[in-house]
């Protein structure tokens, strides 16, 4: 009986003591972040990637795991990796795919499994199926407001529309009509294309057969070109506007001389040199640069990455506060999490914004977060604040 009772004994301690050396020491945040790493937005979600390389993988003693899946600028795909990250790899919080189809796809289910989401695109949800997300890139309608204003002061009164046919050119034509309108600025011609389109020279026909004074493209990343070459090869030479969504070297690389002189509202980051020298976001942005050529090589950041360095910021501050309150893993920070997201203590000096969440709003940004530019044979001109 005793030989019996020792060896159970010995069993048990041998047992505790295997747990004990396979148990981390303690609990690592897991990040689950969809990116577009193939795909129409794949030069935007490797911006994406080379964003978060530069970025700081520990909080306090935590460790934090990323895992990405890619989406393949898929909403079906970004969907059933939502779901894969939350319920496979028990993911603590969510960031979204570059492209906003998709970061809208993933809302309903970050919502419904209560994980905190981070939106890297301009992909926000008012009322209770937003109350899990916060959206780090600026809002739609302050960023074509610069737009808008430019186009009063070079006296534009007709202007010409194009972009994707999906939730993003929907968005920003939604977010670009009452401003004109208030602006006295007719609105002449609607177009829209695919993200995979190689062409669209008929909708530019049709855009040009009205005799617009300006246009304004609604496209990101390299896709976003595809209007300014067909607008360079049927010989149009006037003002052409677009959003901070083309503020990309794949968009610049595409479109070559196309894209030269396009005006486009953009994040200080895209001007961070020309930056008066007692801006805070410019020291920010001279961290990130160091950070960014440190994991990625000699080589200037995008804003695309600059936006995936600031919702990390965001995170890693809101976690600080989420791991007083619960361990990472369990549905307590996972809602610690949430809520810190959504009360930014203070301030907190990103190199596209001074970011300050409140509850209930998507965005954090003001009025800081927005510059308008000029695309010139050296880059993109800082032309007014």
Not at 61 to 77: A, F, G, R, Y
Not at 88 to 105: H, K
Not at 363 to 380: F, Q
Request: hydrophobic letters at 45%; charged letters at 20%.
């Amino acid at each position: 009986m005793r030989t019996t009772r020792g060896r159970l004994y010995g069993i048990a301690i041998a047992a505790l003591m295997w747990g004990a050396a396979l148990a981390p020491s303690h609990a690592e945040i897991r990040v689950g972040f969809i990116n577009a790493v193939t795909g129409p937005a794949s030069s935007l979600g490797g911006q994406y990637k080379r964003g978060l390389a530069a970025a700081t993988m520990q909080v306090g003693s935590e460790t934090i795991k990323l895992i990405t899946l890619d989406d393949q600028t898929d909403t079906t795909v970004a969907v059933k990796d939502a779901r894969k990250l939350i319920e496979d790899n028990n993911i603590d919080i969510l960031f979204s795919p570059p492209d906003s189809p998709s970061a809208f796809a993933i809302v309903p289910v970050a919502r419904d499994a209560k994980v905190p989401l981070v939106s890297l695109s301009t992909a926000a949800v008012a009322g209770e199926d937003g109350n899990w997300m916060i959206t780090i890139s600026q809002p739609l309608p302050l960023m074509l407001s610069a737009d808008v204003e430019d186009m009063k002061k070079n006296g534009v009164k007709r202007l010409a529309y194009i972009g994707f046919g999906d939730a993003w050119g929907d968005a920003v034509y939604s977010a670009l009509k009452p401003q004109a309108d208030a602006a006295g600025i007719e609105i002449v011609a609607k177009e829209s294309y695919a993200r995979a389109d190689t062409s669209v020279t008929a909708q530019v026909l049709r855009m040009l057969a009205a005799k617009p004074d300006a246009v304004l493209t609604g496209g990101s990343g390299s896709p976003g070109a595809t209007p300014h070459l067909a607008l360079a090869q049927l010989g149009y030479r006037g003002l052409a506007y677009s959003t901070h969504a083309v503020i990309n070297a794949d968009f610049v690389r595409v479109g070559g001389a196309s894209v030269q002189g396009v005006i486009a509202p953009a994040g200080p980051v895209a001007v961070a040199d020309q930056l008066p020298q007692d801006n805070p976001i410019r020291a920010a942005c001279e961290t990130f640069k160091a950070a960014y050529q440190r994991a990625n090589g000699d080589v200037a950041p995008d804003p695309f990455a600059a936006y995936a360095y600031d919702g990390w910021l965001v995170f890693l501050d809101a976690a600080k506060r989420a791991l007083a309150v619960a361990k990472p893993g369990t549905p307590e920070f996972r809602i610690a999490l949430r809520d810190a997201l959504a009360s930014t203590r203070e301030e907190i000096v990103g190199t596209q914004a001074v970011y300050s969440f409140k509850p209930g709003e998507r965005y954090g940004v003001d009025n800081r977060a927005r510059v308008l530019v000029r695309l010139e044979k050296n880059g993109w001109t800082l032309l007014s604040k």
